[in-house]
């Protein structure tokens, strides 16, 4: 029988192929392109100011199998009134079929623990989607977020 276990780590650049799909179902406002998309993991994977987490499925068989199951983006940035460095995330996504088992926790629960490390003030994000997701992992709703679109989101 396969012992399944879920290991959260760093992204490298191997795992792009895998993260694509889950960055294509994540996107609602833009549309991802696989070229940009590219660029931008490996520039990202390599900035000492950005996380990039992978969720990693094995099973144990007697082929060992692993699948990319959950990403998380994030990074920090200096700001003068929180007396040095925040951090936001970005994107997490948790496959349809791996949500509901702690994956996104886990992804959460290790940028926090990244942010801690800079050290940032805190660690915040947007959400339309996620609310509830994120009240259980004891975030507050705080201030509204504003956007002014540069490049037009898909209709
Ligand atoms: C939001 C998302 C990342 C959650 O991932 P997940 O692996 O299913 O979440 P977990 O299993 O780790 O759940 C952690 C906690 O959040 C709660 N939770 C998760 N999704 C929830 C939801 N949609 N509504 C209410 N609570 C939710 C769980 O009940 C759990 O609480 P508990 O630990 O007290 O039981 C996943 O549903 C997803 O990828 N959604 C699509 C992309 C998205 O919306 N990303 C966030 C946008 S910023």
Redesign the pocket.
């Known amino acids: 029988m396969a012992t399944v276990g879920m290991e959260t780590r760093r992204a490298t650049p191997n795992d792009s192929d895998q993260v694509w799909p889950l960055v294509r179902d994540?996107a609602a406002s833009y549309e991802p392109l696989p070229g940009a998309f590219e660029q931008s993991f490996l520039d990202l994977i390599g900035r000492p100011d950005t996380l990039v987490l992978v969720a990693e499925e094995t099973a144990e068989t007697a082929e060992t199998v692993s699948r990319i199951v959950?990403y998380l983006l994030a990074n920090v940035h200096g700001t003068f009134f929180a007396n040095g460095p925040v951090a936001w995330v970005e994107?997490?996504?948790?496959d349809k079929s791996?949500?509901?088992?702690?994956?996104?926790?886990?992804l959460m629960e290790a940028a926090e623990a990244w942010a801690r490390a800079v050290p940032a003030a805190y660690v915040a994000?947007?959400?339309r989607?996620?609310g509830?997701?994120y009240r259980?992992?004891g975030y507050e709703d705080s201030a509204t977020y504003f956007r002014k679109t540069f490049v037009p989101p898909r209709a």
């Open positions: 994540f959950g994107e997490v996504m948790v791996a949500r509901g088992r702690g994956v996104g926790r886990d994000l947007a959400s989607r996620a509830d997701f259980a992992l």
